[in-house]
T-cell receptor, first 113, second 111 residues
Framework: DTAVSQTPKYLVTQMGNDKSIKCEQN?????MYWYKQDSKKFLKIMFS???????INETVPNRFSPKSPDKAHLNLHINSLELGDSAVYFCASSPGLGSYEQYFGPGTRLTVT | GQQLNQSPQSMFIQEGEDVSMNCTSSSIFNTWLWYKQDPGEGPVLLIA?????ELTSNGRLTAQFGITRKDSFLNISASIPSDVGIYFC???????????FGGGTRLMVKP
């Protein structure tokens, strides 16, 4: 039943490690996104994908590499994790470009120690 | 930096009270969106506004798109404990279909 799902829900890791967060949507949407929410709850877009193709990269360091194997999945791989990467990462999807409504996943809380 | 300014940053109210929060920008927008984030969850769309002056309701929630297209407010009437959460205004960007969010208003309701 879950529309947009993310795994894992929590991720604790050490600086320098590489980790991945997975996202899947079963809504049949064409467009998927990654957002980052910091400790002050500011939500900021990171990436926008449409039909598996990157549309927007909002000046995110290249340590972050999204991958979309198909329209239903958008995974986020992070290399050489830093303390400042600690945040909650949200995946979202929308029917397509031009659609205002975005459906968010439950978030992945990443803690880098 | 933040393009959308939300106020107040937080509110602590008694159950049953009405709540009002707003969002302003120095730029003209074509769309205003209001999202709510429950603790430990992702944001959920509450109301979308598409035209200047538009007033839209969703249950106990009412939102208006300012006539200048630079502001919007969200009202919640007769608040209940499950209204607790963070309320975000957002604007839609055609480029990449992405959203820019305000800083949020954290609402706490005392039973």
């Amino acid at each position: 039943d879950t529309a947009v799902s993310q795994t894992p829900k929590y991720l604790v890791t050490q600086m320098g490690n590489d980790k991945s967060i997975k996202c899947e949507q079963n809504l049949g949407h064409d467009t998927m996104y990654w957002y980052k929410q910091d400790s002050k709850k500011f939500l900021k877009i990171m990436f926008s994908y449409n039909n598996k193709e990157l549309i927007i990269n909002e000046t995110v360091p290249n340590r972050f590499s999204p991958k979309s194997p198909d329209k239903a999945h958008l995974n986020l791989h992070i290399n050489s994790l830093e303390l400042g990467d600690s945040a909650v990462y949200f995946c979202a999807s929308s029917p397509g470009l031009g659609s205002y409504e975005q459906y968010f996943g439950p978030g992945t809380r990443l803690t880098v120690t | 930096g933040q393009q959308l300014n939300q106020s107040p940053q937080s509110m602590f109210i008694q159950e049953g009270e009405d709540v009002s929060m707003n969002c302003t920008s120095s730029s003209i927008f074509n769309t205003w969106l209001w999202y709510k984030q429950d603790p430990g969850e992702g944001p959920v769309l509450l109301i979308a506004l598409y035209k200047a002056g538009e007033l839209t309701s969703n249950g106990r929630l009412t939102a208006q798109f300012g006539i200048t297209r630079k502001d919007s407010f969200l009202n919640i009437s007769a608040s209940i404990p499950s209204d607790v959460g963070i309320y975000f205004c957002a604007r839609h960007h055609n480029a990449g279909n992405m959203l820019t969010f305000g800083g949020g208003t954290r609402l706490m309701v005392k039973p």
